[in-house]
């Protein structure tokens, strides 16, 4: 499957954005999806995840309660709205595809090319 982030952009402490990831393919019941990102200096953290079929989602503790992913299954994409952003959110953001979810970076074989969020202070 190939996978395609897009939605980054600059915005101010406490502001939204929703990042999209569209797959080339049907992710629901085929991929468990996953959003990461990556900040200078630092290794890719997992940020949030879909399971394959039954709809669970799962966040890291950072940001729980501010962000939200969600599967559009006829358009084959994956949302991260992001809400109440603050400086340490900005990151390279990463969606991923793996046939088992995971919150481990090592289990995703499919990833897409990263879309820059900046929240400036």
């Known amino acids: 499957v190939q996978l395609q982030a897009s939605g980054g952009g600059l915005v101010q402490v406490g502001g939204s954005l929703t990042l999209s990831c569209a797959a080339s393919?049907?992710?629901?019941?085929?991929?468990?999806m996953g959003w990461f990102r990556q900040a200078p200096g630092k290794e890719r953290e997992f940020v949030a995840g879909?399971?394959?079929?039954?709809?669970?989602?799962h966040y890291a503790d950072s940001v729980k309660g501010r962000f939200t992913i969600s599967r559009d299954g006829i358009k084959n994409t994956v949302l991260l709205h992001m809400n109440s952003l603050k400086p340490e959110d900005t990151a390279v953001y990463y969606c991923?595809?793996?046939?088992?979810?995971?919150?481990?970076?090592?289990?995703?074989?499919?990833w897409g090319q990263g879309t820059q969020v900046t929240v400036s202070s």
């Open positions: 879909l399971s394959r079929s039954d709809g669970a989602s």
């Open positions: 991923a595809a793996s046939v088992y979810y995971s919150i481990q970076t090592e289990t995703y074989n499919w």
């Open positions: 393919a049907r992710t629901r019941n085929s991929y468990a």
